[in-house]
């Protein structure tokens, strides 16, 4: 008996030791950027990523967006945080990070975050760090991820959620489809992803998972059913409890003014899978009850940011006329103001 547990001893010992002297020559031999790829010349600051999917490339700065070291929008921070400081991380898709289109212009001044920054400056509130980690993009699996593999990390007071519009994408893309994360069924897989995300070991055993995937399954797609986007919100806020992190929603409305798509429209509802504003307003809004079921199950506060769209003009809408998914300067203005008033009213900006 004892020969045959020191025989396991021992085979567990080299596997340990292999597997770690594997991920140091990994190390020494690669960049921090291992198996991290361009996705395209249409987001050129977005990298492919096993892990995350994809993610913003860490230290890029062209066409008016800045990435910082951490590979979120915006100036650089201490990972760290500082000694009394209220932190809030904004998370999201591309209306989080902030581009939308003007005519045939794509534009990338305007987030919410900043916005919120800026408020929270303008009022005094000086102790209260905002960080926008919004990727173009991302649908409610990603943003699950991401929360544990980097936001955690950050130790942050308060995170916001604006998320859904991409779990009805229909991602055929085969640069784009086989990157498409989610987590583990498996609790002792999900521990171990967790546990070792940062290891080069686990990149290259998940990226090479992903390419068998997507040769054994070239037809699949990767839209979210409502099941599944109803799970992620749910483990989102699970982690969040877990974390003591302050939990806000933020809705996700669209501009359904119009039934026709503008030229710049078109490509982002093929990919949609839709013909008109209106079915893809109507997924949307599916999508926005359960997050709103989910909130008002688990107490999670959400900004309303559609009722005040609804009491708009046209000269002062949250959209611009060539873009009805991501909130034009104004939008972001307004979803800030939502924000710092909701947390006036949570109280959750006082120590």
């Given at each position: 008996m004892k020969t045959r547990v020191f025989k396991i001893t021992i085979f567990l010992a080299a596997v340990i030791a292999s597997l770690v002297i594997t991920e140091a020559l990994l190390r020494l031999t690669t960049p921090n950027t291992f198996l991290q790829h361009h996705a395209g010349e249409t987001w050129p600051w977005i990298v492919n990523d096993p892990i995350l999917g994809w993610t913003n490339l860490a230290g890029y700065e062209e066409q008016g967006v800045r990435i910082n070291t951490y590979g979120f929008r915006g100036r650089d921070f201490s990972v760290r945080k500082p000694p009394g400081v209220i932190r809030i991380v904004c998370m999201g898709d591309s209306g989080t990070f902030g581009i939308w289109y003007g005519r045939s212009l794509r534009l990338h001044k305007d987030n919410y975050p900043e916005e919120l920054r800026v408020i929270l400056r303008k009022n005094g509130e000086n102790d209260v760090e905002v960080?926008?980690?919004?990727?173009?993009?991302?649908?409610?699996?990603?943003?699950?991820?991401?929360?544990?593999?980097?936001?955690?990390?950050?130790?942050?007071?308060?995170?916001?959620?604006?998320?859904?519009?991409?779990?009805?994408?229909?991602?055929?893309?085969?640069?784009?489809?086989?990157?498409?994360?989610?987590?583990?069924?498996?609790?002792?897989?999900?521990?171990?992803?967790?546990?070792?995300?940062?290891?080069?070991?686990?990149?290259?055993?998940?990226?090479?998972?992903?390419?068998?995937?997507?040769?054994?399954?070239?037809?699949?797609?990767?839209?979210?059913?409502?099941?599944?986007?109803?799970?992620?919100?749910?483990?989102?806020?699970?982690?969040?409890?877990?974390?003591?992190?302050?939990?806000?929603?933020?809705?996700?409305?669209?501009?359904?003014?119009?039934?026709?798509?503008?030229?710049?429209?078109r490509n982002l509802a093929r990919a949609y899978g839709a013909t008109s504003l209106p079915e893809i307003s109507q997924t949307n809004r599916t999508y926005q009850e359960i997050l709103l079921e989910i909130a008002n199950a688990e107490k999670v506060p959400i900004v309303d940011t559609v009722s005040f769209s609804k009491s708009l003009d046209r000269e002062h809408s949250m959209f611009s006329y060539y873009d009805f998914v991501h909130p034009n300067q104004i939008g972001?203005?307004?979803?800030?103001?939502?924000?710092?008033?909701?947390?006036?009213?949570?109280?959750?900006?006082?120590?």
């Open positions: 960080i926008n980690a919004g990727v173009v993009g991302y649908a409610s699996s990603h943003t699950l991820r991401q929360l544990i593999a980097k936001v955690l990390d950050l130790e942050p007071d308060i995170v916001t959620l604006r998320v859904g519009f991409n779990d009805q994408a229909k991602m055929t893309n085969k640069n784009t489809i086989d990157y498409y994360v989610e987590e583990p069924s498996n609790f002792i897989l999900r521990k171990l992803l967790y546990q070792f995300y940062d290891w080069r070991l686990t990149r290259l055993v998940i990226r090479l998972n992903q390419k068998l995937a997507i040769m054994d399954s070239p037809e699949k797609e990767s839209t979210a059913s409502y099941e599944e986007f109803r799970k992620n919100i749910e483990r989102f806020t699970e982690v969040a409890r877990e974390h003591n992190i302050k939990l806000l929603f933020i809705d996700y409305p669209l501009r359904d003014s119009r039934t026709m798509f503008t030229p710049s429209e972001a203005r307004i979803i800030a103001e939502q924000i710092y008033d909701k947390l006036l009213v949570l109280g959750w900006l006082k120590h």
